[in-house]
């Protein structure tokens, strides 16, 4: 498939992400066999990284999703973490794993974990399919990450620029022109 021409760079192949996912699913698979593991989604970036690590789990697993906000259409982090779908299930006694497209400032995860802990789960753990070299803010303990990246502005595979560019098969890099135009 051609590149998309607004991408400068590509950071992360598709098969790369295919390899990657498959060993991050047999390590949870292994850690998870015999809890009763609630693998929760943060949308919308998550969507891609949650549905192809969880075709890799051969342990038994519930799925849930919850939508929050940190960012508005630019690209900086406002710090500001907004419930825009809450949790369909309770947590109470439930092992969660937090599957979570980036890590970046941290901000949004240490508000998740921490607010999982409140309402009851026995444990939670996040799976990141991206940590952003020395962006965070915030000192997170990531049990599975797929990739580090420098830190700069990545888009693809669930990632967003505006809402844009989510549905890449990669994650690369945008052409400065892009934000220009914005
Ligand atoms: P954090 O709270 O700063 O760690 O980032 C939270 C959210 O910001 C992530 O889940 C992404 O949705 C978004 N985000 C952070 N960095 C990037 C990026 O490089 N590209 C696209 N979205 C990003």
């Known amino acids: 498939m051609a590149i998309h021409p607004d991408i400068?760079?590509?950071?992360?192949?598709?098969?790369?992400?295919?390899?990657?996912?498959?060993?991050?699913?047999?390590?949870?698979?292994?850690?998870?066999?015999?809890?009763?593991?609630?693998?929760?989604?943060?949308?919308?970036?998550?969507?891609?990284?949650?549905?192809?690590?969880?075709?890799?789990?051969?342990?038994?697993?519930?799925v849930d999703y919850m939508a929050v906000s940190s960012y508005g259409a630019a690209h900086k982090s406002s710090g500001v973490v907004r419930?825009?779908?809450?949790?369909?299930?309770p947590l109470e006694g439930r092992h969660v794993l937090i599957a979570e497209d980036i890590l970046d400032t941290g901000l949004t995860l240490k508000y998740l974990v921490r607010n999982f802990l409140g309402r009851g789960a026995a444990s939670v753990e996040i799976a990141a399919c991206?940590?952003?070299?020395?962006?965070?803010?915030?000192?997170?303990?990531?049990?599975y990450v797929g990739f580090v990246l420098a830190n700069e502005f990545v888009v693809g595979y669930g990632l967003d620029y505006a809402q844009r560019y989510r549905g890449l098969p990669y994650i690369g890099r945008l052409r400065s022109s892009v934000y220009q135009n914005a």
């Open 130 to 143: 991206v940590l952003k070299e020395g962006a965070q803010e915030e000192a997170i303990d990531l049990r």
């Open 83 to 89: 419930i825009m779908k809450d949790l369909e299930v």
């Open 8 to 62: 400068e760079k590509v950071l992360v192949t598709e098969d790369q992400l295919r390899e990657r996912n498959a060993q991050l699913g047999a390590a949870i698979s292994a850690d998870y066999a015999d809890k009763d593991l609630l693998v929760i989604g943060v949308l919308k970036g998550a969507a891609w990284f949650l549905s192809d690590l969880t075709r890799n789990l051969s342990c038994d697993f519930t």
